[in-house]
């Protein structure tokens, strides 16, 4: 990752900017004008800047010892210039300067025409310039440097490229890699389904039994191949790593990179309190932190509700102009052009994270190698003991996320990511043109798009609590959007299965078939598995007579085996001390699978008439006395937390 400059390093900037001068100089000389900087003050940033890869700027913010127009009017003088307001950026006329928006932006680097008619650089990140001055069509030593809020300069550059960014943010990721070009073929996609159909019907009609036999046979075989992975997953995650082990991959300790944390909001005014209560527990340094709430331009209430509440400096709201589609993924592709951090993670909008996670995430990329592009965390629930729905969600997320992924992982397959406490390498997501904004479950697809272009992603061991939904219908509508995406991103990735199997290779490729067509059979064809509970009690079968007794004993018994492995999994995922009273609740994880059957078929036909639209998932419903309890423990947590962060620096 690229090393920032420190606090000792200013030299190295401000040197081509004004020739001759001692810029570190100046620049010290100047705060301490400007916000009254004594030098035990710049003390402290030198020692704070020593364990953080951050900027003096945010350092001196982040420990308030100056505000933001004090670090505009030093730089001023540092660069013998003048400061920009919001209504000179508005007046002073755009320049070329072959600098696409989208750097413009991630720099906050807006190139302008001054007003003696001089080229010159509205400039919203002085770090940045460093980055950036080599791309310049200008001399940046002859250049005019005018320091402004990075806000200020971003909003400029949105004023004008609106448009173009709107239409960038839908097209991240190459078309053949992405589902966007299904939008023009709604005709075909239903002359296809309406053709199966047909099809089936028919085949129903006139060979009753065969056809049943059929999906009996592929339900059988794919409900084997479900079970084989699972249990060799549930194997391997047992003699998995431990954290401590992987620790000692790494040696020495380098100063903590910068981390933005993208946050999509949409109608969230129940939890935006909340929210960011529990962003403000995290213990990561603040001069390192860039959290960027994404909000959509048509949600006003949200809008209204975030500026009630006074952010601290290292939050901040990004509004995604409207466009379609209206999804997630293409919110997080506009915001991220407006973030500062080389590692970019994704929270959900009801998430509680570990206070010390992104210390941990960091460390990691730090040890790791560098084809190692995202790290996967914990997803967990706060709500456990709502309802039945509620457990029965939270064994589920237990058995995925503690077990079965990080087996799947150890065995060496390509895994799909979780939605949320996903952190990424910033070049890596770049890249790959970061999440196709027509998936509706565009975390499954980006993890088979980083394994398809020779990128990993770990497993690591830190936690994040959501809420679990815990209402039926809402349940099977957020089902029924991953399965929805399921269908997708296998349908895209198998355009060219030749390609796919060239990029993947012989063991990522067949477990990518094992995974998706086992998971979406099994759900789709739920009903016909279920009738073997006629054999176990005694009762008459479809197939009696058709197929000897014998034979429906041995799918029987196959049936309730595998039935047992999945509760003896979904068991051992809450055996540890803060689930194991779900323990008892493992095996009525077999009345909560009939959810998923509906949601499926509703996810089939989203996919036909409506492939893009998102079927948004409710939160705060659970805002209750489980989660104020956690909050009430939040200070003296982060407290403790933060302590042992900065000492394990």
Same mark, same amino acid.
């Given at each position: ?56 700027? /945010? ?23 003048? @400061? ?20 413009? +932006? ?82 075909? /996609? ?40 699972? #249990? ?9 790593? &431990? ?18 944390? +993208? ?18 527990? !995290? &213990? ?10 994404? !909000? ?5 209430? @949200?809008? =209204? ?25 293409? #919110? ?16 959900? #909008? ?12 960091? /460390? ?8 190692? #592009? ?54 890596? !997501? ?57 269908? &997708? ?6 355009? /060219? ?32 598995? *279920?009738?073997? *509970? ?49 323990? +008892? *609740? ?12 509906? =949601? ?13 639209? *998102? ?19 939040? &200070? ?14």
């Amino acid at each position: 990752m690229r090393r920032k400059m420190g606090i000792s390093e200013l030299r190295q900037l401000d040197t081509p900017m004004v020739e001759g001068e001692d810029q570190r100089a100046r620049f010290e000389q100047a705060l301490t004008d400007c916000a009254g900087l004594s030098e035990k003050d710049l003390s402290l940033a030198r020692i704070v800047g020593r364990y953080c890869d951050a900027s003096l700027d /945010r350092i001196l913010m982040a420990e308030d010892l100056a505000t933001q127009d004090d670090l505009l009017r030093a730089h001023a003088r540092q660069f013998r210039s003048r @400061t920009l307001q919001k209504q000179d950026l508005k007046t002073l006329p755009f320049r070329d300067m072959g600098l696409p928006p989208q750097d413009m +932006l991630k720099h906050a680097m807006f190139p302008l025409t001054d007003q003696d008619q001089k080229p010159a650089l509205a400039c919203g990140d002085i770090e940045g310039l460093q980055c950036i001055q080599d791309r310049l069509a200008i001399d940046p030593q002859t250049s005019r440097i005018l320091p402004a809020t990075r806000n200020d300069v971003q909003n400029r550059i949105v004023s004008l490229f609106k448009d173009a960014l709107t239409d960038a943010a839908a097209k991240r990721v190459a078309l053949h890699e992405s589902s966007r070009s299904w939008a023009d073929r709604r005709g075909l /996609r239903i002359a296809v389904a309406m053709g199966v159909m047909t099809l089936i019907i028919a085949a129903a009609f006139w060979a009753p039994t065969a056809t049943f036999c059929a999906f009996m046979l592929w339900a059988a075989f794919t409900l084997i191949v479900s079970a084989t992975l699972k #249990a060799s997953a549930f194997v391997a995650s047992l003699v998995a790593p &431990t954290s401590q082990e992987r620790r000692a991959e790494g040696e020495g300790r380098q100063p903590l990179p910068k981390v933005s944390i +993208l946050v999509p909001l949409f109608r969230e005014t129940e939890i935006a309190h909340a929210l960011v209560a529990r962003l403000s527990q !995290l &213990t990561y340094p603040k001069c390192l932190l860039d959290v960027v709430l994404v !909000l959509e331009e048509e949600d006003e209430t @949200t809008q =209204a509700t975030l500026a009630a509440i006074d952010l601290p400096p290292w939050m901040r709201a990004i509004v995604v102009p409207d466009g379609q589609p209206r999804t997630k993924p293409r #919110a997080m592709n506009y915001a991220l052009d407006f973030c500062e951090g080389e590692i970019i993670g994704v929270f959900d #909008a009801e998430d509680a994270p570990d206070p010390d996670q992104i210390t941990t995430i960091a /460390r990691r990329f730090q040890q790791a190698p560098s084809n190692v #592009a995202c790290l996967q965390g914990v997803l967990d629930h706060y709500n456990a003991r709502q309802n039945w729905l509620s457990r029965c969600f939270t064994i589920e997320y237990a058995s995925w996320f503690r077990l079965i992924l990080p087996g799947m992982a150890r065995l060496g397959f390509a895994i799909p990511l979780g939605g949320t406490t996903l952190y990424f390498r910033r070049e890596a !997501l770049e890249e790959l043109g970061a999440w196709d904004a027509h998936n509706v479950t565009e975390d499954a697809d980006l993890g088979f798009r980083l394994a398809r272009h020779g990128y990993e992603t770990e497993m690591i061991k830190t936690v994040t609590q959501e809420e679990a939904n815990c209402r039926p219908w809402a349940w099977i509508k957020q089902r029924s959007r991953w399965l929805k995406g399921y269908m &997708t991103t296998y349908l895209v990735h198998m355009r /060219r299965p030749g390609v796919l199997y060239r990029q993947l290779g012989r063991w990522k490729f067949w477990g990518f078939q094992a995974h998706f067509i086992s998971a979406l059979s099994q759900f789709l064809l739920a009903p016909f598995l *279920w009738s073997f *509970w006629l054999v176990v009690f005694g009762l008459p079968h479809p197939l009696q007579g058709v197929v000897s007794p014998t034979v429906l004993t041995l799918f029987a018994s196959l049936f309730l085996s595998i039935e047992l492995l999945n509760i003896t999994i979904h068991a051992s995922s809450v055996s540890g001390p803060r689930h194991r009273h779900l323990m +008892l *609740w493992a095996p009525t994880m077999h009345f909560y699978t009939p959810l998923g059957a509906i =949601a499926a078929y509703k996810a089939l036909y989203e996919l036909i008439f409506k492939p893009f639209y *998102w079927d948004k998932t409710a939160h705060g419903l659970s805002l209750g006395k489980e989660t104020t309890d956690r909050s009430d423990d939040a &200070t003296h947590l982060a407290r403790i937390e933060l302590e042992a962060s900065h000492k394990g620096l």
